[in-house]
């Protein structure tokens, strides 16, 4: 499976931005999808995943205010990012795991700034 994630950009705080990750190939058997950022000069972090069914989870520090979602019928797994902070900037990427093996896409750069 290949994975492109798209949807950044410049945005000030407390806005909203969506990002989307966009899966073409096989995407059967994919047990659970991710969003990860990765902060300049810090360690990738990992921020949401939504199950096969549906289920999601959260980090701590992006709980309330974002969102996953997925679109089947599209093949796109969704980011809602809302009242967005200066901290929140950096590298999205978005990940599938099927079985013990994990595909990454190349991120895209959010900048939350005035």
Known sequence: VQLQAYGGGL?????????????????RGIK?????RQAP????????????????????????RF???RDNAKNTVYLQMNSLKPEDTAVYSCSAARGSIVS???GTLVTVSS
């Open 11 to 27: 945005v000030q705080p407390g806005h909203s931005l969506r990002l989307s990750c966009a899966l073409s190939g096989s995407v």
């Open 41 to 64: 000069g810090k360690e990738r972090e990992w921020v949401a995943r939504i199950y096969g069914g549906g289920t999601t989870d959260y980090a701590e520090s992006v709980k309330g």
């Open 67 to 69: 969102t996953i979602s």
């Open 104 to 106: 990454w896409g190349q």
């Open 32 to 36: 659970y999808m991710s969003w990860y």
